[in-house]
C-alpha cells in the first residue's frame, strides 16, 4: 500500500578496522627496532670495560711490583741516579726485560695479558729519584724514594666508543689511555758515603 519501504542494511565491506593484535605487534617490532642499537652497545661497553678493568690491574700490580723491588734493593755505592748502569736502568730492566723497545718482557708482560709494548707512551717508561725531609724525633731527616711511571693506550674493540674514550682520558687518539704511578721510599740509601749526590728534591 503506501506505506514507506524499509531500506535494507548493507554491509559496509571496506570499512573494517585493523585487528588490536596486529596493531600492537607492528608497535612492538618498532620498539624493538629502537632499543635493538641501544643494548649492542651497552653490550660492547660492559666487554671493553672489563678488558680495560683488567688491564689497568695488571698495570699496576707491575709498576709496584718494580717499586717495591728497587726499594729494597742494595744499590753501588754510592748511587748512581740515572744514565748508565744505574737505579733508573735496573728499574726499567725489571718492568720490560731490556732497554731496547719495544717492551717486550719483564713485569708488563707478565702481569698485563695480551700486552703490547708498542702502546706505551713512553719506552722505556719513567723512573725518577727524588729527596724529601722528614721529621723525626732527632730533627730533620733526608729520605729517598722512587716514582715510577707507565700509561698505555688500550685498543677499543668497537671503535664508535671511540669519541667516549677520549673525553674520559683527554686524548682524541681513538684509544682508552690507562695511567698508572708507585711511589716507594728507597730503604738502603746511605747519603753518607763518599762521592753521594742528591737525586734533586721532590716536586
Known amino acids: 500500500m503506501g506505506g514507506r519501504?524499509?531500506?535494507?542494511?548493507?554491509?559496509?565491506?571496506?570499512?573494517?578496522?585493523?585487528?588490536?593484535?596486529?596493531?600492537e605487534s607492528g608497535q612492538a617490532l618498532?620498539?624493538?627496532?629502537?632499543?635493538?642499537?641501544?643494548?649492542?652497545?651497552?653490550?660492547?661497553?660492559?666487554?671493553?670495560?672489563?678488558?680495560?678493568?683488567?688491564?689497568q690491574i695488571g698495570l699496576e700490580n707491575a709498576v709496584r711490583e718494580?717499586?717495591?723491588?728497587?726499594?729494597a734493593a742494595k744499590?753501588?755505592?754510592?748511587?748512581?741516579?740515572?744514565?748508565?748502569?744505574s737505579l733508573q736502568?735496573?728499574?726499567?730492566?725489571?718492568?720490560?726485560?731490556d732497554l731496547v723497545p719495544p717492551c717486550d718482557g719483564g713485569l708488563l708482560p707478565?702481569?698485563?695479558?695480551?700486552?703490547?709494548?708498542t702502546r706505551l707512551w713512553a719506552d722505556?717508561?719513567?723512573?725518577?729519584?727524588?729527596s724529601y725531609p722528614v721529621q723525626t724525633a732527632s730533627g730533620i731527616a733526608t729520605e729517598y724514594r722512587v716514582q715510577v711511571d707507565v700509561t698505555y693506550g688500550h685498543p677499543l674493540f668497537f671503535a664508535p666508543m671511540g669519541f667516549a674514550t677520549d673525553a674520559i682520558d683527554g686524548t682524541p687518539n681513538g684509544k682508552w689511555?690507562?695511567?698508572?704511578?708507585?711511589?716507594?721510599?728507597?730503604?738502603?740509601?746511605?747519603?753518607?758515603?763518599?762521592?753521594?749526590?742528591?737525586p734533586g728534591q721532590c716536586p
Open 5 to 23: 519501504k524499509r531500506r535494507s542494511g548493507m554491509p559496509a565491506w571496506g570499512t573494517q578496522r585493523p585487528s588490536h593484535r596486529t596493531t
Open 30 to 55: 618498532l620498539e624493538l627496532a629502537l632499543v635493538t642499537p641501544m643494548l649492542v652497545l651497552l653490550v660492547m661497553a660492559i666487554f671493553q670495560f672489563a678488558f680495560v678493568l683488567e688491564t
Open 66 to 71: 718494580a717499586g717495591r723491588r728497587v726499594a
Open 75 to 85: 744499590p753501588q755505592t754510592p748511587p748512581v741516579w740515572t744514565g748508565s748502569g
Open 89 to 97: 736502568e735496573w728499574t726499567q730492566q725489571q718492568l720490560c726485560g
Open 110 to 117: 707478565e702481569n698485563v695479558q695480551a700486552f703490547d709494548g
Open 124 to 130: 722505556p717508561p719513567s723512573v725518577t729519584f727524588c
Open 177 to 198: 689511555d690507562l695511567s698508572v704511578s708507585a711511589q716507594m721510599r728507597l730503604e738502603k740509601i746511605d747519603p753518607s758515603v763518599s762521592g753521594f749526590t742528591d
